[in-house]
């Protein structure tokens, strides 16, 4: 217990707490409808184009990553939710190309661009995440707590649109509402949270991120207010919990609140089972 | 003037028209059965009537003091549907989404007209569970209580008893024939001809031949005895 208050007064740590729940709360609120509009995937996918447009940034030697990255993510983000109802190639494989894709062209760009002796190490990085947490600058951490906070404020302002959508889209239509607006808006936001949670988890664990919660709080909970609301409090005490595992006992972040996550959804199964 | 007045349409996907020479007009207080084989666009026809689709050529004009999207819809259950965790009145509620315009909640009057219909579809002590946890019957009439809150004087039925066991389908059809007798028009889609001519005033069949007119007319021509007939023996 004495070790954390140490730990609290370094602002490194006091920065990756503020962020860390930030993003996970986030990430949570999305989480829900992603799930529920069969787009678990999407957050894998759009992780690795984040990798991939960041190799390109890394490549082109950008002082700031963000102007590339998030731009490239956010246009994907469109195309692979705009595809998600009748196209030639479907939802799941659109998702799985691209993701691909973009991963091994970042790697390659790495490769062979390199600019730096441990090229490995910085993929991994990029891939888990693994200390990046825990060396971000005040610009970086007043950028994420902007964004995060537009996230939240936009999610609840479209709260009853966005559950309407995501329940039955062509109801919607039929009703003359405009659905694929809202259809971007989700797209949009979900690309903005998932290149802000790549400094959390780094690509690979993001989705854990999105659907470990909203499906925790589907086990307990029958109502879309609920069930959102337990899951935006699941995730930030599960990465909350993480963090600061992680420091006291100096393992990777992003894979500490991934395995908290898992924890509570094993919790929440053991809890909707005895439910019934 | 009609509320819905279908002329010359033809509609299809992807400029192949699956139907075509559509003729049909829809008049306050009508209850239309859109009938027909499996495939011969009976739910193409509903989504291009809900501009979810493109007619390929022709008209569909409202009138009488209907606007395009006052049309209440029950749609087919979706895959996403089944295990959605939402409460029943989240769902009713949802219906008042058009009414929205430029606000971001909804207001106090909506929430009323939200449960004014979950009483007229029966479902008031249902409001707080889940909607998956329902029947197939009560979902249905959630729905129903969704597209009345959507719309007060015209429903689309898209095969509102598919999946329903003889006794709650015919509660449903009763509770469609009750709002029917307030002044509701209904035009639905089935693929149940025996209750299609038991209930309705209108009947559209659509396929190779195509008829439009009052029950009574549909049950004297050949194709309508020969459908009732078939629908009959295959029910033993």
Redesign the interface.
């Known amino acids: 217990m004495d070790k954390l208050f140490v730990y609290l007064q370094y602002p490194f740590v006091r920065y990756a707490l503020i962020v860390g729940v930030l993003i996970a709360l986030c990430s949570s609120l999305l989480g ?1 409808t992603l799930v ?3 787009f678990s995937f999407i957050g894998d996918g759009l992780s690795h184009v984040a990798f991939g447009a960041m190799a390109v940034a890394g490549v082109l030697n950008l002082s700031n990553e963000m102007i590339v990255v998030l731009p490239v993510t956010v246009i994907c983000a469109i195309l692979l939710l705009r595809t998600g109802n009748d196209t030639k190639i479907k939802g799941d494989a659109a998702i799985a190309m691209i993701s691909v894709g973009a991963l091994a062209f970042g790697y390659l760009l790495m490769n062979i661009f390199s600019t730096s002796a441990n090229v490995s190490g910085d993929v991994c990085s990029t891939l888990f995440g693994s200390t990046s947490i825990l060396t971000l600058s005040r610009w970086e951490v007043w950028l994420c707590v902007v964004l995060s906070l537009a996230v939240a404020a936009i999610f609840i ?5 966005i ?2 959508v ?3 889209e ?8 405009n659905a694929d607006r809202y259809n971007l808006l989700i797209a949009v936001i979900t690309a903005v949270i998932i290149v802000l949670a790549m400094n959390l988890v780094g690509s690979l664990l993001i989705s854990a991120l999105v659907i470990f919660p909203a499906l925790s709080a ?1 086990r307990i ?5 609920s ?1 959102t609301i337990c899951s935006a409090i699941l995730s930030v005490v599960s990465a909350l919990g993480g963090i600061l595992v992680s420091i006291a006992f100096g393992t990777p972040v992003g894979s500490t609140i991934v395995a908290a996550d898992a924890l509570v959804f094993g919790i929440c199964w053991l809890i909707g089972s005895l439910k019934k | 003037m009609a509320y819905l007045c279908v002329k010359d349409l033809s509609l299809g996907y992807d400029g192949k028209a699956i139907l075509s020479n559509l003729d049909f007009t829809v008049n306050e207080g009508d209850y239309l059965c859109i009938v027909g084989e499996n495939g011969s666009g009976k739910t193409t026809l509903m ?1 291009t009537l ?3 689709q493109q007619p390929i050529s022709g008209t569909i004009t409202f009138g009488d003091g209907l606007s ?2 006052e ?1 209440g ?1 029950l ?1 087919q259950q ?1 895959l ?2 089944r295990d ?4 029943v ?3 009713v ?3 008042c ?2 009414r ?1 315009k430029n606000r ?3 207001s106090r009057e909506e929430k009323k007209l939200a449960e004014e219909n979950m009483e007229r579809m029966r479902i008031s002590d249902l409001s ?6 329902l029947s197939g019957g009560q979902q249905q009439r959630v729905l129903l209580a ?1 597209a009345l809150c ?1 719309a007060r004087k015209i429903l ?1 039925l898209d095969e509102p008893v598919t999946g329903l066991d003889p006794r709650v389908s015919a509660e449903l059809y009763g509770l469609i024939n009750d709002l029917n007798r307030q002044g509701i028009t209904i035009i639905m889609i089935s693929h149940d001809i025996s209750a299609a001519v038991r209930y309705a005033s209108h009947i559209l069949h659509i396929g190779s031949k195509i008829y439009f007119g009052t029950k009574e007319d549909y049950l004297k021509t050949s194709l309508g005895q020969y459908f009732l007939q078939a629908q009959e023996v295959s029910n033993g």
Do not use: W
């Open positions: 829900v529920l509009k069969r302002l479209f709260y009853n649109r559950f309407a995501t329940f039955d062509n109801f919607s239509r039929a009703a003359g509402v589907m909970y029958g109502s879309f207010r069930v | 989504k809900l501009h979810l395009s999207n049309i819809y749609p979706t996403v549907q959605f965790p939402a409460s009145a989240e769902i509620l949802s219906g989404q058009a929205l971001f909640f909804y707080d569970k889940c909607y998956r946890e969704r959507a689309l």
